[in-house]
Each structure stands twice: as C-alpha cells, then as structure tokens.
C-alpha cells in the first residue's frame, strides 16, 4: 500500500437544484440526493414489474420492490407458470414488458443443467435492468466458475421471491461478481486480505482460519450493492444482483475511523452458465454514496492517509466528498474512454475510504446482523477439493501466459483529487460488446477444457469427447 504523508482535507458539496429526469416513461422530480418529490403517474404493480420511488445519485433505481410484494411477508412465486407462462416473464398478468435471457449454449448448457426450474423457465438468467440496495450482507462461496457469491439482506424485503433462501422464509438477494474480471487483479490491503481468505485451497496451511478471518471481517456488516437484477431461473427462480457494478461494505463502524472496503466498475458478465457482456447504461462517472453512522447527524467528514484506491486506469483516481444533502460521503468515479487490458476491458475503481466523521450529538455503532457462515443457496459447484485445486492451478497458469505476472491495476497516489477531466484525454474506439463476449467465449471454453479435465464425468463432457474423435 502506499502511504500518503501529506495532509487530507475535506471537500463539502451543497446541491439544491432540481432535475427534471424521464424514467421508464414517466416524469419523476429528484433532489440532487436521488429522493422522489412527485410522479407523473402511478407505478405498474404486476407481479414480476419493479416499483420504487427512488433513485441513487446516478438515477438508478434505488430499494425496488416486485409488484408482487404488496405487503411485508408477501413474495411474488417465480416457479409459478399459470401467473408467469412466458419463460422472459412477460405478458399482461406477469410483467409489463419482457426481458433479457442469458443462457449458456452448446456443451456449457449440459454442463450447467442442474435443475431447479420448470422446462417453461429459461436455463439460465432472465434479466430486469440495474438496481442499487443498501443492506447487510455476508460472504457466500467462491464458486468453480470464479465467481464471488454473496447473502444480501435488503433493508425491507426489497427485491424478494419466493424462492430466495432461506427456505423458511425469503431473506436474501444472491449477489455475484467474477473474480478475475475483479479481485484477482485488487492491490489494497483488506480486499487482498479476503482475497487470500477466501480463494485459498482446503489443503494450504491456516486456509481455514484465515477463510473464517475473511468472513467474519465482512459478515453481517452493513452494504451498499449497485447490480443487474434478475431471476436465476437456472438454480431455482431467485433474485440476484448479477453482475455487482458497485460495492461497498462497512468492514470498521467506529465514527473515528469508519471504514468501508469497495470497487467500481461499468461492465460484467454472469458467470461460466451465460454468454453475455452486461455493460451500464451509458454514464459517464458513477457516484457512490457512502451512509452516514447509524443515528447520526454528521457536519463534516475527513479522510485519514489509510485511504487507498488502484484503478485500471493509471491516474484516474477518485474525488472524495462529503455530501451534506445526504449527511454521507460520495465517492465519484469517471469512466473514462481511454482501453482498458484484458481480463478486464473496463475502468475499475477499488480500495478502502477511512472516515472520520464531524457529528453533532451522539451516534449508534452499527452492530453487525448474525447471518449463516455457509452459502445458502447453490450455484456452480462441479468439481471435488482434489479436482478443484487442479483445475484452478491450470487456469491461473493460462491466465498467466494470457494477461502477463502484472495484474493490470495501478496505485493511486493523489486519490483526493478530481480525476482528470474528460476533454483532456484523445478520444479512443471503444471495445464493443461483441469483442468482449468473444473474448468471454474462449474463456470459457478453455474453462470447459480444463473442467472436463479435471472431471470427465460432468454432463456434456463426455459428449465433448465423442465430438474430438470424429
């Protein structure tokens, strides 16, 4: 980590204006804070269309509910093919316009065919649009496809079905990211941290302790999740925020040095049991905002030199701001069009913000919720310990030869100041959504080679052996 010596000061942003923003066809008026003053009409409350009132700083909807969930304890069914028939949830009793399906094809489909979900229901990822959550979360499991899943308990059952876990009664939003789009290449202090608690192999010494260290500094703490929400209709028709665009998770309550670990991105896909590139909508910065202490009235925040942040994007650091409209902290990251390596192929901020908070009267610690230390639902588990080492040595191996021993992220050395405006920099041909799933394809072929490898006996593999004898 590199430590800065100089002095930190904070920087206050005081916006009253309002905006006028158009929003799946209608009107809605915002503060600068994101909060709905009026609509120019009633929301739809089918069951599988989203209703909120809010939006976040950057006009994505905030803490949507289902249609369905017309009071607390009620979850609308995503199995349910009288209501829903159509495998996009579409239609005039489901949802009020169809959706995005992304599935796996070829050998990835049998591989994937676990079950879970009726043959009306597409195998795979029926998508809605992006969506941003505070809650509390905790850590699920490193799945064989490198994947990060997550428990995300939403403040007010936002976003749940009835098939979301636990199975007595619909908590969490599953949450995904890929680690080698994302924490494979992190360089600050705590994300390597979980990194090493986390994807460590079962045999390696202290693996355990240092996983149940990993899960415990992030368990039941409270979080903030900016990803695409959808129905895995492949694993059983809950919700999930698949890919994670942002997170940030409050790993250090105390006002005088509260700390959140977080990351920033503008594009992922959903894992080795899909096909596509799922960039944002077009933004051109993305602005987090960080929550003040529970019970709070802050004034004022500051930033301690244990602040660190890497990008892929070398001097394209983060401008940190307290936010009084919102008595929080913004963390504003550009997306600048400037090529990005691969595995990557998009600017991404990560690191970790240490506040010290300016309040007036006193403030509650946040104590973290008691959640479970096992996942909670399945996802992509093919392999045995034995046969997972092996496959993930061989694919750290190719990455190696692919992407170089450097992981691509840079050290921020002036992270409080605005990143360089977007006119400065010469304009460059964007890497389109087609060269990115291309590229995700071979990926993941060499994923299918080396999974079949190290296991023969996977549904498709063995179809997989009969086509290279012909």
């Known amino acids: 980590m590199i430590k800065r010596q100089r002095s930190l000061v904070v920087v206050v942003v005081v916006t009253t204006v309002l905006a006028a923003v ?73 949802s009020s316009r169809p959706h995005e399906i992304d599935a796996a094809s070829g050998l990835k489909l049998a ?62 939003i ?14 600050t202090a705590t994300w390597s941290q979980l990194r090493d608690g986390f994807g460590c192999s079962e045999d390696e010494p202290n693996c355990a302790a240092k996983n149940l260290a990993a899960r415990q500094l992030v368990g039941g703490k409270r979080a903030i999740l900016t990803g695409l929400l959808g129905l895995d209709t492949e694993h059983g028709g809950y919700s999930e925020l698949h890919p994670v665009y942002a997170m940030a998770i409050e790993v250090n309550p105390d006002v005088n040095n509260d700390t959140w670990i977080l990351f920033i991105r503008n594009r992922g896909n959903e894992g080795y049991c899909s096909k596509h590139d799922h960039p944002l909508p077009a933004l051109e910065k993305f602005r987090l905002l960080i929550p003040k202490p529970i019970n709070s009235q802050p004034i004022g ?32 990251y550009a997306f600048l069009d400037i090529p990005v390596r691969k595995p ?22 946040f ?24 496959f993930r040595q061989s694919m750290k191996s190719q990455d190696l030869q692919l992407f170089g021993s450097l992981p691509g992220f840079h050290m921020c050395s ?24 291309n590229e995700l394809s071979a990926y993941y072929q060499r994923m299918t080679n080396d999974l079949c490898r190290a296991n023969n006996s996977l549904a498709g593999c063995q179809a997989k052996k009969k086509r290279g004898r012909r």
Do not use: M
């Open 174 to 187: 599953h949450a995904e990211f890929n680690a080698t789009e994302t924490v494979d290449g992190f360089l």
């Open 22 to 94: 158009i929003c799946n066809s209608e009107t809605y008026i915002h503060t600068a804070s994101g909060k709905l003053l009026g609509t120019a009409q009633p929301q739809s409350n089918l069951p599988f269309d989203l209703v909120t009132a809010t939006r976040d700083l950057n006009q994505i909807i905030l803490q949507p509910k289902w249609g369905g969930q017309t009071q607390p304890n009620v979850f609308p069914n995503a199995l349910d093919t009288t209501l829903c028939p159509n495998k996009d949830f579409s239609g005039p009793q489901c």
């Open 301 to 332: 925040a500051t930033f301690t030199n244990q602040t660190s942040f890497s990008t892929t994007q070398q001097d394209n650091c983060p401008l940190l701001s307290f936010d009084s409209a919102n008595g929080g902290v913004v963390v504003e």
């Open 344 to 365: 990557f192929r998009g600017p991404i901020l990560e690191g970790e913000i240490h506040i010290q908070w300016q309040l007036q009267g006193p403030s509650v610690t």
């Open 414 to 437: 002036a992270t409080f100041h605005a990143a360089t405006p977007l006119a400065a920099h010469t304009p460059t041909r964007r890497i389109g959504r087609k060269q990115i799933e």
């Open 367 to 390: 104590q973290p919720q008691q959640f479970p230390l096992q996942p909670l639902t399945e996802d992509e588990r093919f392999l045995t310990n034995q046969q997972r080492k092996q």
């Open 111 to 172: 591989i994937c065919s676990l079950g879970g979900a009726p043959p009306e229901r597409a195998k795979g990822h029926v998508n809605w649009e992006p969506a941003t959550y505070e809650g509390t979360i905790s850590f699920g499991s490193y799945s064989d496809d490198f994947d990060w899943t997550w428990n995300f308990k939403p403040l007010s059952q936002e976003g749940l079905t009835q098939q979301n876990p636990p199975s007595t009664g619909p908590e969490y």
